[in-house]
């Protein structure tokens, strides 16, 4: 009787000892999670690579051009993120190793062509001199300890009116490669986040010219102003809110854009976007 006694008496100071060094385990686990937003990796080295090439279908032309800042070394969690992303952004149809960029961004290149010739060129009408082309660019334009902004822009010609123009920026954290969007604002904030952004497009863009702004619209209710749905880009002076072609505004507008400095942009963050911007008191924990 004893045995059992001191049997199971042993057997429930096991199970508790387990159970305490669990606890620590996911304690431990928990806090590093939490801190490692505010870890500072040290810069992210890249690489430009450039292909070029073109195609030709019944004496029209259509040539493509890519060229990438693409990242090759700094923390593994930040490159991948970028590479996934310059991936989507052209596609998402690569299923090699997003760490050959040569081989990935050749990979959409022979894809532009192919369109070319299968799709887009058969599809124009035969006039002399006629051609078309896509010239796709992913640039590093700013970095800090924190995060790091890219720029995806395209341009191009497949034949209509005009050709088309795009830019979009992406800005990851660096510690962990989070994608940074709209979510770093606080929810409770969007409604006066996307007047702040309406008043500077009037002001910045438009130059407070209000018929201008009017004409140019192409919403039914101009009293709703959306904010872009592209993701906001975090600028060495503040951060760029970019409308992309025909998404408030006609062709001839261009892209209205406007960019607000960090400063007036604080209230409305969370704790991890005024972390991320140095801004306020939590950038100093």
Same mark, same amino acid.
């Given at each position: !009787? =004893?045995?059992?006694?001191?049997?199971?008496?042993?057997?429930?100071?096991?199970?508790?000892?387990?159970?305490?060094?669990?606890? =620590?385990?996911?304690?431990?686990?928990?806090?590093?999670?939490?801190?490692?937003?505010?870890?500072?990796?040290?810069?992210?080295?890249?690489?430009?690579?450039?292909?070029?090439d073109?195609?030709?279908?019944? =004496?029209?032309?259509?040539?493509?051009?890519?060229?990438?800042?693409?990242?090759?070394?700094?923390?593994?969690?930040?490159?991948?993120?970028?590479?996934? $992303? !310059?991936?989507?952004?052209?596609?998402?149809?690569?299923?090699?190793?997003?760490?050959?960029?040569?081989? !990935?961004?050749?990979?959409?290149? /022979?894809?532009?062509?192919?369109?070319?010739?299968? /799709?887009?060129?058969?599809?124009?009408?035969?006039?002399?001199?006629?051609?078309?082309?896509?010239d796709?660019?992913?640039?590093?334009?700013?970095?800090?300890?924190?995060y790091i902004?890219?720029?995806?822009?395209?341009?191009?010609?497949?034949?209509?009116?005009?050709? $088309?123009?795009?830019?979009?920026?992406?800005?990851?954290?660096?510690?962990?490669?989070?994608?940074?969007?709209?979510?770093?604002?606080?929810?409770?904030?969007?409604?006066?986040?996307?007047?702040?952004?309406?008043?500077?497009?009037?002001?910045?863009?438009?130059?407070?010219?209000?018929?201008? !702004?009017?004409?140019?619209?192409?919403?039914? /209710?101009?009293?709703?102003?959306?904010?872009?749905?592209?993701?906001?880009?975090?600028?060495?002076?503040?951060?760029?809110?970019?409308?992309?072609?025909?998404?408030?505004?006609?062709?001839?507008a261009?892209?209205?854009?406007?960019?607000?400095?960090?400063?007036?942009?604080?209230?409305?963050?969370?704790?991890?976007? =005024?972390?991320?911007? /140095?801004v306020?008191?939590?950038?100093?924990?």
């Amino acid at each position: !009787m =004893k045995k059992t006694l001191f049997a199971v008496g042993l057997l429930c100071g096991l199970m508790l000892m387990l159970a305490g060094c669990k606890t =620590k385990i996911d304690t431990q686990a928990l806090n590093s999670l939490t801190s490692l937003s505010q870890i500072t990796p040290a810069d992210i080295n890249t690489r430009t690579i450039t292909f070029a090439d073109s195609v030709e279908v019944n =004496k029209i032309t259509g040539t493509v051009k890519i060229t990438a800042d693409f990242p090759e070394s700094g923390n593994f969690f930040a490159i991948n993120n970028i590479r996934e $992303w !310059m991936s989507e952004q052209l596609g998402g149809t690569y299923e090699g190793s997003a760490e050959n960029g040569t081989k !990935m961004l050749e990979h959409y290149k /022979n894809s532009v062509l192919n369109d070319f010739q299968q /799709n887009i060129i058969p599809d124009m009408p035969s006039i002399k001199g006629i051609s078309c082309y896509k010239d796709i660019k992913f640039s590093k334009i700013y970095e800090t300890d924190r995060y790091i902004t890219y720029l995806y822009t395209q341009e191009g010609f497949a034949g209509g009116a005009h050709g $088309w123009y795009l830019m979009q920026g992406q800005t990851f954290r660096k510690s962990d490669g989070r994608r940074i969007d709209y979510d770093i604002f606080r929810e409770e904030s969007m409604d006066e986040l996307t007047e702040l952004v309406k008043d500077n497009i009037f002001s910045q863009y438009f130059e407070s010219d209000a018929s201008e !702004m009017e004409n140019m619209l192409t919403m039914e /209710n101009n009293d709703f102003f959306p904010l872009p749905q592209a993701a906001p880009i975090f600028r060495e002076d503040g951060v760029e809110f970019v409308y992309q072609q025909y998404e408030i505004a006609c062709y001839a507008a261009g892209m209205p854009a406007c960019v607000i400095s960090y400063d007036l942009l604080e209230p409305f963050l969370t704790q991890a976007g =005024k972390w991320l911007v /140095n801004v306020g008191h939590v950038a100093e924990n």
